[in-house]
């Protein structure tokens, strides 16, 4: 089954700064991988997804890059906001249906704080 | 459209007990995921039903097991409950599948005691 790292576990950064998280996995057939972002009790909610015939996605301040050969990919924010404050997850999802191994798994988790 | 929810929003439990949770997706959705949050083990995939069948099952034991009736709400059951049962079991529905975007309901917080 897949297995997904994610680094770092917690990030501080002054706002309007940058922040990176990055994501490796293992399963070779993975290839829908989105990330989350969870906000102190509230429900996890979808930022940006990437699959894995793209190597690039940009939404305005949060972009996602994939290497597949290397099998990482990761979270920009630009220009962060204290609203940005909150858990990230990346998740990472074969692509066979049908399978026990089918499950998709996520990282676990990124606390980023952005100081004003 | 309204979101997706779920009852009860707070369980508390015994060892040994069983526990029904229900999802209602967003209208229109056929897909509804369950997931497991626990501060030690983070996001846990439990299965996906999609048009009233299991799609894809996570690695978790037998005492877990769901259901989708054919208005797509969806409930999970957790049987001979033990004390690492305890967390958040967030749902999540999307139009086809967990490839797509999915969107989160509140979460039932489940304690065993």
């Known amino acids: 089954g897949e297995n997904v790292e994610q680094h770092p576990s917690t990030l501080s950064v002054q706002e309007g700064d940058s922040a990176v998280i990055k994501c490796t996995y293992s399963?070779?057939?993975?290839?829908?991988f989105p990330w989350y972002k969870q906000e102190l009790g509230k429900r996890p909610q979808l930022i940006i997804d990437?699959?894995?015939?793209?190597g690039e996605k940009k939404d305005q301040r949060i972009a996602v890059t994939l290497n597949k050969t290397a099998k990482h990919f990761s979270l920009h924010i630009t220009e962060t906001q204290p609203e940005d404050s909150a858990v990230y997850f990346c998740?990472?999802?074969?692509?066979?249906?049908?399978?026990?191994?089918?499950?998709?798994?996520f990282g676990a988790g990124t606390r980023l704080t952005v100081k004003p | 459209k309204a979101g997706v929810t779920q009852t009860p929003r707070y369980l508390i439990k015994t060892r040994g007990q069983q526990v029904t949770l229900s999802c209602s997706p967003i209208?229109?959705?056929?897909?509804v995921s369950w997931y497991q949050q626990t501060p030690g083990q983070g996001l846990q995939f439990l299965f996906e039903?999609?048009?009233?069948?299991?799609?894809n099952k996570g690695n978790f034991p037998g005492r877990f097991s769901g259901r989708q009736f054919s208005n797509s709400r969806s409930e999970m059951n957790v049987s001979t409950l033990e004390l690492g049962d305890s967390a958040l079991y967030l749902c999540?529905?999307?139009?086809?599948?967990?490839?797509?975007?999915?969107?989160f309901g509140p979460g039932t917080r489940l304690l065993v005691l």
């Open positions: 999540a529905s999307s139009l086809a599948g967990t490839r797509e975007t999915q969107y």
């Open positions: 399963d070779s057939a993975s290839n829908y």
């Open positions: 990437i699959r894995s015939n793209v």
């Open positions: 998740a990472a999802q074969p692509k066979l249906f049908g399978s026990n191994n089918n499950d998709m798994r």
């Open positions: 209208s229109g959705h056929r897909s």
């Open positions: 039903y999609f048009s009233e069948t299991q799609r």
